[in-house]
């Protein structure tokens, strides 16, 4: 009785090839396509993560969204308008350092020039470079001591797992900080609102009622979303 061979997929071959020939195949010369396809879908399926933790994304919403509760509109512009309108200004603050994890990584990977590893030290770097300028060494040390770490004696001996959450930290501080100076004009105005309704004995009137126009003809008036605009983006070093 003569049996058929069969023919095996690539990936299945992969898998049953013992685990000195996978790793032959996935870090030879130049990646296989099977480990840089599964890269690639891994790196989208974080991207998101990414996205949000290790860009100039969160001080821009946040600032976005103390703008809109100093009007006392929580829901105007609508969520959608600010998200979208910071991930276009997250993209244009970040340009630089993506277009250098594009040449440096991802196309070299891509291409076949370079393995896995070297891909992402390469594409690392200027991730790194770029929260380090945000971050300060106080943000730093503050989370190498939740870890019980000794702090590094270089910057590129930074941790990124530990870079990450101390650059949270401090886009956290830089947003809060504009936006608590955002907030100030807005409370002197219900202020004086409020003291010139009280005075004219008019108290049932409820001061949002007569601040809120105010408030929005003067944010017109200065052109106040792109003083904002000017103010967030300046902030980065």
């Known amino acids: 009785m003569r049996l058929k061979l069969l023919s095996i997929p690539p990936i299945s071959a992969a898998v049953l090839l013992p685990a000195p ?3 032959a195949v996935a870090h030879g010369g130049a990646t296989s396509d099977i ?8 790196f989208l399926a974080i991207l998101p993560a990414m996205m949000i933790c290790m860009t100039s994304f969160v001080r821009i919403v946040v600032v976005l969204s103390m703008v809109r509760h100093a009007f006392g509109m929580p829901e105007t512009p609508p969520n959608a308008v600010l998200v979208s309108l910071a ?17 440096d990584a991802l196309q070299p990977l891509m291409a076949g020039k370079i393995d896995i590893e070297q891909g992402l030290a390469k594409g690392s770097a200027p991730m790194r470079n770029f929260m380090l300028k945000q971050t300060r060494d106080a943000d730093i040390e503050a989370i190498y001591a939740i870890s019980k770490s000794p702090v590094p004696d270089r910057p590129d001996q930074v941790d990124i797992l530990k870079l990450t959450p101390a650059f949270l930290l401090n886009e956290l501080r830089v947003s809060f900080t504009i936006g608590f100076v955002i907030l100030l004009p807005f409370l002197l105005i219900d202020l ?12 049932m009137v409820p001061p949002a009622t007569i601040a809120l126009p105010v408030k929005i003809l003067m944010f017109v008036l200065i052109d106040g979303w792109s003083l904002v605009l000017e103010g ?6």
């Open 192 to 203: 004086v609102v409020s003291s010139i309704l009280l005075s004219l004995g008019m108290m």
């Open 21 to 23: 020939a996978v790793a």
């Open 35 to 42: 480990v840089r396809t599964a890269l690639i879908l891994t």
């Open 87 to 103: 991930l276009f200004l997250t993209a244009f603050t970040m340009a630089p350092t993506l277009n250098k994890v594009n040449a």
């Open 232 to 237: 967030v983006l300046g902030s980065f070093k």
